[in-house]
Nanobody
Framework: QVQLVESGGGLVQPGGSLRLSCVAS????????MGWYRQAPGKERELVAAITSAGITNYADSVKDRFTISRTNAKNTVYLQMNSLKPDDTASYYC??????????WGQGTQVTVSS
């Protein structure tokens, strides 16, 4: 069982920045592929960014060149640095941990609101 706890959400003006953090429990964090997803009201959950256990990253087209995903295995933590935020980035952001052959784990989510 892996528990994921997100933090770092909040209210920010357009053009601003936020950094989300997700701390995972357990000793196998380094083996997991980690991802950040988001879900806006009335929309489906979508992948924002992902990072493999080897550090390979992948981004949704809508956030490329604005968001950066990273991980620190020694701290069991994955980050999402979000710059140049837009109102369309407003959503609940969820952390995901995935390991081949095992169930996925999800955090409880953190709200990001981009508004002036």
């Amino acid at each position: 069982q892996v528990q994921l706890v997100e933090s770092g959400g909040g209210l920010v003006q357009p053009g601003g920045s936020l950094r989300l953090s997700c701390v995972a429990s357990g000793s196998l964090f380094r083996l997991y592929a980690m991802g950040w997803y988001r879900q806006a009201p009335g929309k489906e959950r979508e992948l924002v960014a992902a990072i493999t256990s080897a550090g390979i990253t992948n981004y949704a087209d809508s956030v490329k060149d604005r968001f950066t995903i990273s991980r620190t295995n020694a701290k069991n933590t994955v980050y999402l640095q979000m710059n140049s935020l837009k109102p369309d980035d407003t959503a609940s952001y969820y952390c995901n941990a995935a390991l081949s052959g095992m169930q996925d784990y999800w955090g409880q989510g953190t709200q990001v609101t981009v508004s002036s």
